[in-house]
Nanobody, 122 residues
Framework: QVQLVESGGGSVQTGGSLRLSCAASGSIFNIDVMGWYRQAPGKQRELVATIRGLYDTDYGDSVKGRFTIFKDTNVKKTVFLQMNSLKPEDTAVYLC???????????????WGRGTQVTVSS
């Protein structure tokens, strides 16, 4: 009922930048939160950043000051993650997560994208 399409992953060198995007579609009445998580091989999934509305943001400690999560009011139901000063330890699969309310009944949803690979080489 809710589909997420992620894009923007790739390979960069240390200090480089990437921008991820995640577009949500489907039977969405309202979106409460959009965010990014990441999972590296052998490690637990961890919070990267979330955003509620346009300005209520939260970041994982390891990315504060380097990553920025934001929305473009001209692009509906889409969240972006600008990643600067990338480090090898940022290498992971980045997964988009969106939570909100479905149309036609008011049931909540919590959807995950398939993930996009980010690789940072030293």
């Amino acid at each position: 009922q809710v589909q997420l399409v992620e894009s923007g992953g790739g390979s960069v060198q240390t200090g480089g930048s990437l921008r991820l995007s995640c577009a949500a579609s489907g039977s969405i009445f309202n979106i409460d939160v959009m965010g990014w998580y990441r999972q590296a091989p052998g490690k637990q999934r961890e919070l990267v950043a979330t955003i509620r509305g346009l300005y209520d943001t939260d970041y994982g400690d390891s990315v504060k000051g380097r990553f920025t999560i934001f929305k473009d009011t001209n692009v509906k139901k889409t969240v972006f993650l600008q990643m600067n000063s990338l480090k090898p330890e940022d290498t992971a699969v980045y997964l988009c997560n969106v939570g909100g309310i479905l149309e036609g009944g008011g049931f909540p949803f919590d959807s995950w994208g398939r993930g996009t690979q980010v690789t940072v080489s030293s």
